[in-house]
Structures are given as C-alpha cells and as structure tokens.
C-alpha cells in the first residue's frame, strides 16, 4: 500500500455522480411503469433487456471508474460500453424471447452477476488510465482500487440498507397511531426508484471521499487473510496428500467434488494474491511458512485437474448442460491462475510473486473477455447445451422417451426452441413418432412443471398403444378403456407404466384389474354390470415388494384363494381386494 489515491474528487465529479445515479433512478422507474402498464419498451422483451442493460451498466461502471467528470476519457469509454451492452442485452432479450418459464430469472441473475464481474475488472483499468493520464498500469494501483472498488461496493450496499430500515420503523410507528401515508409513500415505485438512487449516489461520494476509512478496513480484512492463508493451503495439501489413501471413487460419487476443489482453489488464490502480491519486498510471513504456503500454490494445479476430471465425468454421463458449461469456463479460468503460477514461482524463485504480479494484469482481462463472450452468439452456453442434448439422442445415449423435452424448452431460450423445431423435422423424428409426440406437447406448456397428458382422452388408438393388457390378445372393451383413464388420467402420459390385467377365476365372473406404477392403492377392480363397469375396489399387495403393474405378468398362475371372494395368489404373492361400500351393498342387496 505504498501507493495513495486522492484523497477527494472534485465538485464537478461529486455532482456529477449523483446526478448520474438520480437520472439512473428515474430512467429504472420509466421501465417499471412501462412493465407494470404494459406499453413500449415493455411490449418488446429484446429493446427492455437492452435498455435496463445499458441503464444499469454503464453507470455502474463510473460508478467505480470515474476520476475526473472533465475528462474526454469518459466520453471514450461511454461510446464504447454502451452499444456492447446493449448487444449482449439484445442477445439476453432474444434468448428470454424463446423461453415462457421463470428459468428466464436465471437467465438474468447469470448475466448480471459474469457482466458485473467484467464491469469490475474493466473498470480498475479505465480509473488507472484516467489516474495516470497514459495507457499505461501499474499492479499496484490497480491492486489498490481492487480495495477500493470492493469496499465502496459495500459500503454503499450498507448505508442503503441502514437508510430503508429507517423509513421502515418511521412507516410502522406512525401506522401503529393510525397514519399510513408514510406507509403507503414509501412502498411506491415513484418514491422507491429516484430516492433510492439518491441515497446510493449520496452514499458513494461519501465513501470515496473517505479514502482513509477505505485504508483501514482494508488493513483489517488483510490481518484477518494473513491469519487465513496458511490454514487454507494446509486443507489443501492434506486433501491432495489423503487421495492415495482413500482413492478417487469417493469423491467422484459425492457429485459435489468438482464444485468443493474449485471453491478451495479460489479461496486459495484470493487469500495468496490479496496477501502476498502486495509488496514482495517485504514477505507477510517468516521464511518456512513463506515456503510452504507457495508450494501449496504450486499444488494447486492437482485441484483443477482432479477438478475437471470430476467434471468431465459428469458431462460424460449426463452430456452438457448450462450449469456444468458455467463449471467448465470457471475451472478453465482457475487453472489459467494456477498453472502460471505453478509456472512463475520455480522459475522465478524469489522474484516470483513480481512475475505473478504481471501475469495477473493480463490473467483478469482473460476474465473479463471470457465472461463477456459467452453472453454473446459466439459462445453462448445455452447454445452448445442444446447441441449437445440434441446429439445424445440422436446418438442413442439416451432413450427417446427419456430425453428432457422441457429442458430444452425453458432452460435454453431460443436456442432450445430452435433445437426442438429442427429436432420435429429431422429424419430421427420422423422413425421415433413418440419424439414428434412429446415435442408437440412440450411446446404447448406453459411452464416446466406443467403436467400435460401426450395423449388425448377420446383417442383409445393411442391410449391402446400404451395401456398394456394382459394376458396377451385379452380384447379389452371401448368402455372399460373409457373408464379406466377416467380413474387413471396419468396414464395418458407415456411416461407413466399402466395395465390392464384380465382375472378369470373370480366371482361372480372375470374381473378387470386396472394398475397404475408408483400409486397408491396399486390399482382398481372393475366387474362388467350391464354394458356399464362396478368398481368392485381397490387392489394391494403387502406379501411382495414392488409395483404390481410392472410385476404382474403371467396370469395364468393367479387364483382366487379358496373361501375368499377378495385374496388372490399366484404362488409367490398375495393380492388383496378391498371392496368398496358401495359394492359391498350391492352384494348385500336382495
């Protein structure tokens, strides 16, 4: 920390930042009315992406990156910034277009938080360039800002906070004596939007102006990293020294390892740079522990590999999906840390942390263009998802009725959508109908949870085409058929095992035993009565695990147990029927 920023900024810029976060205030309310009375941009998902992209973003990132509000520079960076967000929004609009779930929520909150991430970094380079009046940076002032930057971010968050949890107990002491204007004030969006910018606004001039305060509470998190450090790299190195003994199944059948390795790993390497790589003149730690904290570093590269193994695995089961392509771009930037510094530290020896010092100037735009690409046509991770799901089966890796159709659907926006029209007309559909089946069905939901039957109930060709009889060629009746998905809608689903099973050895006369798999009662008794069908009960089974629809086949064997009306066996399990009152009564009836 040899190195000190101003200690203020000037007038012009201290009003010129709020005034920026103001017109953000109200710019963020003109699209909630616009949402909340449905007109334009509102009317139109690709322009209000766009557009809450830029009016977000842009002053976010002076926020953060503005030294002096007379500088040329701002007008560079502001002709540039603004038309990339608006791209990426419009690539963000026209991905949720295609997408009616509230997946598009996650669509969001993955954009706001790997853009936000490049805002940060982009933003410690455009404050050093403005500080320094050349193209030119130097780590440690970029380490500084970092600080800076960080705390601000918090700091603000904190006093915004503390402001509405005072306008909260002003709104609930004057409700409790019977006036609830300021109630009601407070919770509208007129109030809310502009007031809250005002405060933020108010709330950053103050603490960067406070750059003493910011110097303090980075000196205390550094004590508290310091004392940290080692510990993390002991976990580290134990846990790679206990893998030949315990083996690498265990970690594998967790599900989890590859997220824990990764998350060790970064907390690793914040803890080592935010320590370390401030002045390597002057070492945090007595040279013994200085040895082995960079040797763990040096490990680190066994985390990412078994890392990426782990991932590997996954994707090699499963094929890719968004969440294991956002593991993969981050395991790939982790070990573009680890491995140059597995690199720099035997090569420089004890110049090294001046080699990772640069090595992470050009590391952290790696991240920040990388971040920024996969929002963008040319890497988008949604894309290469659906291509590889389409692929699986395709390929035959996964069953045409066990392929997720509502993932595509509402995880992967337009390019799902894109995926399931080309998959409709390709030539697997057209030798599997049941994918033509489900797309045409899946397309018609509104939601991924949405349950909708692939079959129509007046269609009996199709429902005979997934109700299986038994015993093979038994003629089952339009009516019974009728009435059984009436009791068993689920059965329309193709997804769902039923079965119809023909009883001969019964009394008064054969029965039809309706069974559902996975339900309780396990299936339902039909008797003819006229041209119409008595429900005699409900049938279980409690002498044999499973389900009975899957299990009971061969008929042939099954028998009513002598002196009973409503236990059947077929020499390995007992079925019992437990006759309805209404059955009962009948058969009490003269």
Not at 46 to 62: D, M
Not at 112 to 128: D, E, K
Not at 179 to 200: R, S
Not at 482 to 503: E, T, W, Y
């Amino acid at each position: 920390m040899e190195e000190r920023t101003r200690t203020l900024i000037d007038t012009p810029t201290r009003y010129g930042l709020i005034v920026m976060a103001v017109a953000q205030g109200w710019l963020l309310y003109f699209l909630h009315l616009a949402i909340d009375q449905r007109f334009w941009p509102a009317t139109d998902v690709t322009w209000l992406v766009s557009l809450y992209a830029v009016i977000i973003g842009v002053p976010a990132f002076f926020y953060l990156g503005l030294e002096r509000l007379r500088d040329t520079r701002n007008l560079i960076a502001a002709a540039l910034l603004t038309p990339l967000l608006f791209g990426l929004g419009w690539h963000l609009g026209w991905l949720i277009s295609g997408s009616r779930s509230s997946g598009t929520v996650e669509f969001g909150f993955f954009f706001c938080g790997s853009i936000g991430v490049a805002l940060f970094i982009l933003a410690l380079y455009f404050r050093s360039w403005s500080f320094n009046d050349r193209l030119t940076f130097r780590y440690s002032q970029l380490l500084e800002y970092s600080w800076q930057q960080a705390l601000t971010m918090a700091m603000v968050g904190l006093f915004i906070l503390v402001f509405w949890l005072l306008l909260l107990i002003w709104a609930l002491l004057f409700k409790v004596i019977g006036i609830g204007f300021f109630a009601d004030l407070f919770g509208e969006p007129v109030f809310i939007y502009p007031v809250t910018a005002l405060v933020g606004g108010w709330g950053l001039v103050l603490t960067r102006e406070r750059i003493r305060l910011i110097v303090t509470t980075r000196a205390v998190c550094e004590a508290l990293i310091k004392a940290l450090l080692p510990l993390a790299v002991l976990i580290a190195v134990l846990f790679l020294a206990a893998l030949p003994f315990t083996g690498l199944d265990a970690i594998w059948d967790t599900g989890r390892a590859a997220l824990l390795m990764m998350l060790l790993t970064v907390v690793v390497l914040f803890f080592f740079n935010a320590v370390l790589s401030d002045d390597p003149d002057h070492p945090a730690y007595p040279a013994w522990l200085r040895r082995f904290v960079l040797f763990g570093v040096m490990l680190l590269p066994v985390n990412s590999l078994l890392a990426a193994w782990a991932l590997g695995l996954r994707i090699d089961q499963y094929g890719l999906t968004v969440d294991r392509l956002i593991a993969a771009v981050l395991q790939l930037l982790i070990a573009a840390f680890t491995l140059t510094y597995a690199v720099v530290i035997p090569w420089h020896r004890r110049r090294a942390l001046e080699g990772i010092r640069t090595a992470n100037q050009w590391l952290a735009l790696l991240v920040a263009a990388v971040l920024i690409l996969i929002h963008t046509p040319l890497a988008d991770l949604r894309d290469w998802s659906a291509q590889s799901q389409v692929d699986r089966l395709i390929s035959g890796r996964v069953a045409p009725d066990a392929f997720d159709y509502r993932y595509l659907r509402f995880e992967l926006g337009q390019y799902g959508q894109d995926a399931l029209h080309d998959l409709k007309q390709s030539d697997f559909a057209k030798n599997h109908p049941i994918v033509n089946l489900r797309i045409e069905t899946v397309l018609t939901h509104d939601n991924r949870w949405q349950n909708l039957p692939d079959i129509k109930a007046d269609n009996l060709s199709a429902i005979r085409s997934v109700v299986e009889v038994t015993p093979d060629g038994a003629g089952v009746p339009d009516s019974l058929l009728k009435r059984f998905i009436d009791d068993a809608p689920r059965c329309l689903s193709r997804k769902q095992h039923c079965r119809l099973v023909r009883v001969v050895d019964a009394v008064p006369g054969p029965q039809w035993w309706g069974l559902t798999e996975h339900s309780y009662p396990a299936g339902v008794v039909y008797q003819a009565n006229g041209e119409d069908w008595l429900q005699v009960g409900t049938l279980s089974s409690r002498t044999c695990p499973g389900d009975i629809a899957v299990r009971l086949r061969n008929v042939e064997r099954l028998k009513r147990v002598p002196g009973s009306r409503f236990v059947y066996g077929d020499g390995e399990c007992f079925y019992r029927i437990d006759a309805d009152d209404a059955y009962l009564r009948s058969l009490a009836a003269p």
